[in-house]
């Protein structure tokens, strides 16, 4: 089978709302009148963003996930995506269970895969995602206001946890540990989070490379200062049973790859927010930078806010 074949059997897709998809030179898409376009691009690579040997199944998802995270941190809908793939031979297995995990999640979210690129080199997948959302209401990382609540959905800790015990024994021996590894093979991105974010959010960032250091970007875009209760962070109880109390902390503060959103939000939303599937942890106030508290402490920060992608020595 050659890379046309390839392309055939596991890439040519039916779509839903696409004037052309995959086939000819370039895909035509078919844009909401009234909306604007949103476009996020990532790559993942072999060894680097994820461990060797992964899933294929988990590659492809993870490689929409993590766009699709930043189209949720932008209050986008995911409607059309795009794959460059770079592969070391045409396996068969690999390219069938990759796709099989990119579109399980692309239908999940009726996101139509319109094109992409086959090369042969190296292990890694670039993934393009275009969204939309109505003109005039942008969630950006810079409209954070002093006196903001810092609001965090989920829990935070699991994927980094989970991505340790892949790395030091290659899977899950019990539930907890497979809640942990699956927190990172199979993140959801929290496309809805919620509700409508647009409604009472200011700032809204996701959080891929550690809580703190997504946090931060937050403060300088907005030119503020963010301050973090270390004690009011939510961590799954698989996260706190499986590590020590520092371990599961380190996670929670500096992991990455948990894809969960940070907002910030006026006090005025507290109340609509009591019922949501997010935690208050902390505040913006006039400054810069970002403090660390316990129990209303200031305490150290960690030495390194986030995460550093490095998951396997290159080889
Ligand atoms: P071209 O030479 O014009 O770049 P290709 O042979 O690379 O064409 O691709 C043929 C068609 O297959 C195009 O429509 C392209 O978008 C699509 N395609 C190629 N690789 C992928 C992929 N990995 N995922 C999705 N579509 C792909
Ligand atoms: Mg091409």
């Given at each position: 089978?050659?890379?046309?074949?390839?392309?055939?059997?596991?890439?040519?897709?039916?779509?839903?709302?696409?004037?052309?998809?995959?086939?000819?030179?370039?895909?035509?898409i078919?844009?909401?009148?009234?909306?604007?376009?949103?476009?996020?691009v990532?790559?993942?690579?072999?060894?680097v963003h994820?461990?060797?040997?992964?899933?294929a199944?988990?590659?492809?998802?993870?490689?929409?996930?993590?766009?699709?995270?930043?189209?949720?941190?932008?209050?986008?809908?995911?409607?059309?995506?795009?794959?460059?793939?770079?592969?070391?031979?045409?396996?068969?297995?690999?390219?069938?269970?990759?796709i099989?995990?990119?579109?399980?999640?692309?239908?999940?979210?009726?996101?139509d895969?319109?094109?992409?690129?086959?090369?042969?080199?190296?292990?890694?997948?670039?993934?393009?995602?275009?969204?939309?959302?109505p003109?005039?209401?942008?969630?950006?990382?810079?409209?954070?206001?002093?006196?903001d609540?810092?609001?965090?959905?989920?829990?935070?800790?699991?994927?980094?946890?989970?991505?340790?015990?892949?790395?030091?024994?290659?899977?899950?021996?019990?539930?907890?540990?497979?809640?942990?590894?699956d927190?990172?093979?199979?993140?959801?991105?929290r496309?809805?989070?919620?509700?409508?974010?647009?409604?009472?959010?200011?700032?809204?960032?996701?959080?891929?490379?550690?809580?703190?250091?997504?946090?931060?970007?937050?403060?300088?875009?907005?030119?503020?200062?963010?301050?973090?209760?270390?004690n009011?962070?939510p961590r799954?109880?698989?996260?706190?049973?499986?590590?020590s109390?520092d371990?599961?902390?380190?996670?929670?503060?500096?992991?990455?790859?948990?894809?969960?959103?940070?907002?910030?939000?006026?006090?005025?939303?507290?109340?609509?927010?009591?019922?949501?599937?997010?935690?208050?942890?902390?505040?913006?106030?006039?400054?810069?930078?970002?403090?660390?508290?316990?129990?209303?402490?200031?305490?150290?920060?960690p030495a390194?806010?986030?995460?550093?992608?490095?998951?396997?020595?290159?080889s």
């Amino acid at each position: 089978m050659n890379e046309f074949d390839l392309i055939n059997t596991y890439f040519r897709v039916d779509t839903r709302s696409t004037e052309l998809g995959v086939g000819d030179d370039a895909a035509i898409i078919r844009p909401t009148p009234g909306m604007e376009t949103y476009v996020a691009v990532d790559t993942l690579i072999n060894g680097v963003h994820f461990p060797k040997r992964s899933p294929a199944a988990s590659v492809g998802y993870r490689a929409l996930a993590v766009n699709l995270s930043d189209l949720a941190a932008m209050g986008a809908t995911p409607r059309w995506a795009t794959i460059a793939l770079s592969l070391p031979e045409l396996d068969h297995r690999w390219v069938a269970d990759f796709i099989e995990g990119f579109q399980r999640l692309a239908d999940e979210y009726g996101i139509d895969l319109i094109g992409g690129d086959t090369t042969k080199g190296p292990l890694s997948v670039t993934v393009q995602a275009m969204g939309e959302a109505p003109r005039d209401t942008r969630l950006v990382r810079s409209a954070g206001q002093p006196g903001d609540d810092i609001y965090l959905t989920g829990s935070v800790g699991d994927a980094a946890a989970g991505l340790r015990l892949l790395k030091s024994q290659g899977g899950a021996e019990n539930d907890h540990q497979q809640y942990l590894v699956d927190r990172f093979l199979w993140p959801t991105p929290r496309l809805g989070a919620c509700g409508n974010l647009r409604a009472f959010a200011n700032a809204v960032i996701d959080v891929s490379d550690g809580l703190l250091a997504d946090i931060s970007h937050i403060a300088n875009a907005s030119n503020l200062k963010a301050v973090v209760e270390k004690n009011r962070l939510p961590r799954s109880e698989a996260l706190t049973q499986e590590f020590s109390d520092d371990d599961a902390f380190e996670f929670a503060l500096c992991g990455g790859d948990d894809y969960e959103l940070v907002f910030s939000a006026p006090t005025a939303a507290r109340a609509h927010l009591k019922s949501a599937d997010c935690t208050r942890i902390g505040i913006l106030e006039p400054g810069s930078g970002i403090e660390l508290l316990a129990d209303g402490l200031p305490i150290a920060m960690p030495a390194q806010l986030g995460y550093e992608h490095g998951v396997d020595s290159p080889s």
